[in-house]
Nanobody
Framework: QVQLVESGGGSVQAGGSLRLSCAASTYINSRYCMAWFRQAPGKGREGVAVVDSDGRPNYADSVKGRFAISRDHVKNTLDLQMNSLNPDDGAMYYC????????????????WGQGTQVTVSS
Protein backbone atom coordinates (compact mmCIF):
# COMPACT_ATOMS: atom_id res chain seq x y z
CA GLN A 1 0.00 0.00 0.00
CA VAL A 2 1.38 3.37 -1.01
CA GLN A 3 0.92 6.26 1.38
CA LEU A 4 1.46 9.82 0.23
CA VAL A 5 2.00 12.79 2.53
CA GLU A 6 1.90 16.36 1.26
CA SER A 7 3.52 19.39 2.86
CA GLY A 8 4.35 22.96 2.02
CA GLY A 9 0.92 24.54 1.79
CA GLY A 10 0.15 27.88 3.37
CA SER A 11 -1.06 31.41 2.79
CA VAL A 12 0.54 33.77 0.33
CA GLN A 13 -0.30 37.04 -1.38
CA ALA A 14 -1.06 37.18 -5.08
CA GLY A 15 2.13 37.10 -7.09
CA GLY A 16 3.93 35.04 -4.49
CA SER A 17 5.35 31.53 -4.61
CA LEU A 18 4.98 28.26 -2.73
CA ARG A 19 6.62 24.89 -3.06
CA LEU A 20 4.62 21.76 -2.29
CA SER A 21 6.22 18.43 -1.56
CA CYS A 22 4.88 14.90 -1.48
CA ALA A 23 6.67 12.02 0.23
CA ALA A 24 5.82 8.42 -0.52
CA SER A 25 5.94 5.87 2.26
CA THR A 26 7.14 3.14 -0.03
CA TYR A 27 9.23 3.04 -3.10
CA ILE A 28 7.49 4.58 -6.09
CA ASN A 29 9.33 3.09 -8.99
CA SER A 30 9.71 4.72 -12.32
CA ARG A 31 6.65 2.95 -13.73
CA TYR A 32 4.37 5.19 -11.68
CA CYS A 33 2.77 8.35 -12.93
CA MET A 34 2.83 11.04 -10.25
CA ALA A 35 0.41 13.94 -10.21
CA TRP A 36 -0.88 17.00 -8.42
CA PHE A 37 -4.59 17.74 -8.28
CA ARG A 38 -6.47 20.51 -6.55
CA GLN A 39 -9.97 21.14 -5.32
CA ALA A 40 -11.44 24.49 -4.45
CA PRO A 41 -14.57 24.81 -2.28
CA GLY A 42 -17.67 23.98 -4.28
CA LYS A 43 -15.70 22.73 -7.27
CA GLY A 44 -14.61 19.37 -8.58
CA ARG A 45 -11.11 18.00 -8.27
CA GLU A 46 -8.98 19.07 -11.21
CA GLY A 47 -5.61 18.01 -12.51
CA VAL A 48 -2.80 20.53 -12.14
CA ALA A 49 0.28 18.69 -13.38
CA VAL A 50 1.54 15.18 -14.01
CA VAL A 51 4.98 13.70 -14.54
CA ASP A 52 5.50 10.36 -16.22
CA SER A 53 8.03 7.61 -15.65
CA ASP A 54 10.57 9.37 -17.88
CA GLY A 55 10.22 12.63 -16.00
CA ARG A 56 8.23 14.34 -18.71
CA PRO A 57 5.78 16.87 -17.28
CA ASN A 58 2.39 17.96 -18.47
CA TYR A 59 0.46 20.92 -17.14
CA ALA A 60 -3.08 22.15 -17.09
CA ASP A 61 -3.49 25.23 -19.25
CA SER A 62 -4.31 27.33 -16.20
CA VAL A 63 -0.86 26.79 -14.65
CA LYS A 64 1.43 26.53 -17.68
CA GLY A 65 4.44 28.77 -17.38
CA ARG A 66 3.84 29.31 -13.65
CA PHE A 67 4.07 25.87 -12.05
CA ALA A 68 6.79 23.23 -12.31
CA ILE A 69 6.42 19.59 -11.30
CA SER A 70 9.43 17.43 -10.53
CA ARG A 71 10.11 14.01 -9.04
CA ASP A 72 13.10 12.50 -7.32
CA HIS A 73 13.38 8.73 -7.70
CA VAL A 74 16.11 8.50 -5.09
CA LYS A 75 14.28 10.50 -2.42
CA ASN A 76 10.91 9.10 -3.48
CA THR A 77 9.39 12.56 -3.55
CA LEU A 78 7.27 14.73 -5.80
CA ASP A 79 7.42 18.53 -5.77
CA LEU A 80 5.35 21.33 -7.22
CA GLN A 81 6.91 24.77 -7.50
CA MET A 82 4.16 27.35 -7.82
CA ASN A 83 5.01 30.88 -8.93
CA SER A 84 2.94 33.95 -9.76
CA LEU A 85 0.09 32.64 -7.66
CA ASN A 86 -3.32 34.23 -7.98
CA PRO A 87 -6.51 33.82 -5.92
CA ASP A 88 -7.86 31.27 -8.41
CA ASP A 89 -4.99 28.96 -7.40
CA GLY A 90 -6.31 28.75 -3.85
CA ALA A 91 -7.42 25.20 -3.15
CA MET A 92 -6.63 21.97 -1.37
CA TYR A 93 -3.77 20.36 -3.28
CA TYR A 94 -3.43 16.59 -3.47
CA CYS A 95 -0.60 14.33 -4.51
CA UNK A 96 -1.58 11.18 -6.35
CA UNK A 97 0.07 8.14 -7.91
CA UNK A 98 -0.91 5.45 -10.34
CA UNK A 99 0.90 2.64 -12.04
CA UNK A 100 1.20 3.19 -15.75
CA UNK A 101 0.69 6.07 -18.12
CA UNK A 102 -0.28 9.52 -16.97
CA UNK A 103 -3.81 10.86 -17.12
CA UNK A 104 -5.86 13.61 -15.51
CA UNK A 105 -8.67 11.21 -14.74
CA UNK A 106 -9.02 11.28 -10.95
CA UNK A 107 -10.73 7.90 -10.95
CA UNK A 108 -7.62 6.31 -12.41
CA UNK A 109 -5.46 7.16 -9.40
CA UNK A 110 -5.68 4.63 -6.55
CA UNK A 111 -3.26 6.41 -4.23
CA TRP A 112 -3.90 9.85 -2.74
CA GLY A 113 -2.45 12.03 -0.04
CA GLN A 114 -4.55 13.85 2.55
CA GLY A 115 -4.03 17.22 0.90
CA THR A 116 -2.37 20.49 1.80
CA GLN A 117 -4.17 23.82 1.78
CA VAL A 118 -3.03 26.72 -0.39
CA THR A 119 -4.60 30.14 0.19
CA VAL A 120 -3.84 33.10 -2.05
CA SER A 121 -5.01 36.55 -1.04
CA SER A 122 -5.46 39.41 -3.46
Amino acid sequence: QVQLVESGGGSVQAGGSLRLSCAASTYINSRYCMAWFRQAPGKGREGVAVVDSDGRPNYADSVKGRFAISRDHVKNTLDLQMNSLNPDDGAMYYCAARLGRCTYDTGSFPYWGQGTQVTVSS
